[in-house]
């Protein structure tokens, strides 16, 4: 009887460039492509993740003639009865490096069941770029991102033909039906619809994305996102047409700030819930309140900021700039720990990342890696004025103050007619809240993180 292999899709739901499921293609004499419905996972995750984790499980789908395996269960039975009933003695999967699966993987190989791990989400896997001085990882990300360009990465894996996979039967069928909830609508989800926005961003975007990805008001980012966290297209796909102007650089530090994080998540496992610079958890937080759920709503008075948090809650997606305005608001004039926001981004995001979303907080709250100190605090006001200078943004999701043209409507207190339309007055005064925001950092007798020197 002919062996098969199986291949287990996780954070890769993609047939390009995948090197892990050539392995597994080259090995066997067909394949068993399985996706495991993970309940541990599933009940972390908020419904507009998982409605998109849906629809991106059935293009994958459609891409493999009908032929994907998904199943609800603890994976060591779902795997363990797959490689019975079809002949496999192998499970290939690309290597997962986040703390959550790192440890599922172990306890998988404890168990008996063989991994063949092949790459990874990243086009330089965590742990691999240290300090040639004296092979520690990296702080801080500018050294990070240069030894990284020098590491490199291999170009992106062939695309597979003729993929000979099982057909599953119908107790394997078990895809999910999970809705939106009413009034939202997320990013089209599939490889197919990441390679088609990528296609897009490159003709219209990737020029000069150094300018336009802090305008909030326009359509400047890449919005690859939740492409790559669910791994419907590789970093590598996306490095691969990169040249070396400033804009095309720039893209390429922000795909390496995800491996940076992805590798500072790998090294110091505890910042994924606790603080990177550990002075700060004896600063004095206030506790969620009516304030938190203000901002929780996008309803604190100030327009960036609501405009933002409604993004959030409709989309499932923030635009990057104001995923640090709204930080800095909770953190800073609310006087709330990181963690709070970090775990509403996390029920909220379709692109949930957990070493992005941790560390993305931990860097703007002042208390995570390198470029951000404490006692740099977002001016909700002027971040607003400055890139989002025609009030488009805000005119889209702030409709109470869609009636104020122009720059005034980042100030609506100013205009005439800005709280005619119901909007909410502001529930601090920034600059009250920015002076006590210092003075509890005085109070724990820390000016900005003390990190080695790299």
Not at 8 to 26: G, K, S
Not at 265 to 276: A, G, S, V
Not at 329 to 358: I, P, T
Request: charged share 25%; glycine share 6%.
């Amino acid at each position: 009887m002919a062996s098969n292999s199986i291949f287990w899709f996780r954070r890769d739901l993609r047939l390009n460039d995948n090197p892990a499921l050539l392995a597994a293609m080259a090995e066997g004499e067909a394949i068993v492509p399985v996706f495991i419905l993970d309940p541990k996972l599933i009940k972390t995750a908020g419904s507009k993740r998982l409605a998109y984790l849906g629809q991106s499980l059935h293009h994958l789908d459609d891409s493999l003639g009908n032929k994907l395996h998904v199943i609800a269960g603890d994976q060591i039975t779902v795997l363990k009865e797959l490689m019975s009933k079809n002949n496999a003695s192998t499970v290939h999967i690309s290597t997962e490096y986040e703390p959550y699966g790192a440890k599922r993987d172990e306890s998988i190989e404890a168990s008996g069941i063989k991994l063949i791990r092949t790459g990874s989400p990243y086009a330089v896997a965590p742990g691999r770029v240290r300090k040639p001085s004296d092979d520690t990882p990296y702080r801080v990300y500018t050294p990070f991102y240069k030894a990284w360009c020098i590491h490199g990465w291999r170009k992106p894996a062939e695309s597979p033909k003729n993929i000979n996979a099982i057909a599953p039967s119908k107790d394997a069928r078990a895809f999910p039906d999970w809705k939106l909830p009413d009034g939202t609508k997320i990013t089209p989800a599939g490889e197919a619809a990441a390679l088609e926005r990528f296609k897009y961003f490159q003709k219209n975007g990737l020029d000069n994305y150094d300018e336009a990805r802090n305008l909030a008001g326009i359509d400047g980012t890449s919005k690859m996102s939740a492409h790559l966290k669910w791994g419907e297209i590789h970093p590598r796909t996306l490095l691969a047409p990169l040249g070396d102007s400033k804009a095309h650089d720039v893209y390429r530090k922000e795909i390496a700030w995800r491996e940076f994080y992805a590798d500072i998540l790998f090294h110091n496992q505890h910042t994924e819930t606790e603080y990177y610079a550990k002075q700060f958890a004896s600063m004095r937080y206030d506790q969620p309140g009516e304030k938190f759920k203000a901002w929780c709503d996008g309803k604190t008075g100030y327009p960036f900021v609501d405009a933002a948090m409604r993004q959030l809650l409709v989309e499932g997606w923030m635009h990057n700039r104001t995923r640090m305005v709204v930080a800095s608001f909770l953190v800073k004039d609310l006087h709330l720990e990181w963690q709070v926001g970090e775990r509403f981004f996390r029920e909220h995001l379709v692109d949930y990342d957990v070493a992005s979303n941790a560390h993305g907080w931990q860097w703007t709250a002042g208390c995570g890696t390198d470029a951000s100190p404490y006692y740099r605090i977002f001016n909700p006001i002027e971040q607003g004025k400055r890139f989002d200078e025609n009030g488009d943004y805000v005119r889209k999701y702030v409709p109470e103050l869609a009636h104020i043209k122009g720059i005034e409507i980042h100030e609506p207190w100013e205009h005439p007619d800005g709280y005619t339309k119901g909007y909410v007055k502001q529930i601090v005064d920034h600059k009250v809240e920015r002076a006590e925001s210092l003075a509890r950092l005085e109070e724990i007798k820390v000016n900005k993180p003390a990190y080695p020197k790299d």
